[in-house]
């Protein structure tokens, strides 16, 4: 799955949180995953966030692709 990663992630680290934020053709698949995966705790979706600097100064990563 697209988020077994993250699950180990948060298997070492309990408090860690992810912020996913847009939209698009794989919202619902990510979604289902997530709660598939128990990290509906761990997981924060935003839709489309306008101006994401201010999120530069509270993530400790950041992962920007480009499809």
């Avoid at 993250?6 to 309990?14: F, I, K, L, S």
């Avoid at 996913?20 to 489309?48: C, H, M, P």
């Amino acid at each position: 799955p697209r988020l077994a990663r993250e699950q180990g992630v948060v298997a070492a680290a309990p408090d860690t949180q992810f912020l996913i934020a847009g939209d698009g053709s794989l919202e619902d698949e990510i979604r289902r995953q997530v709660n598939t995966l128990g990290l509906a705790k761990n997981v924060v979706f935003a839709s489309r966030i306008g101006d994401y600097r201010p999120l530069l100064e509270v993530v400790d990563i950041l992962v920007m692709p480009a499809i």
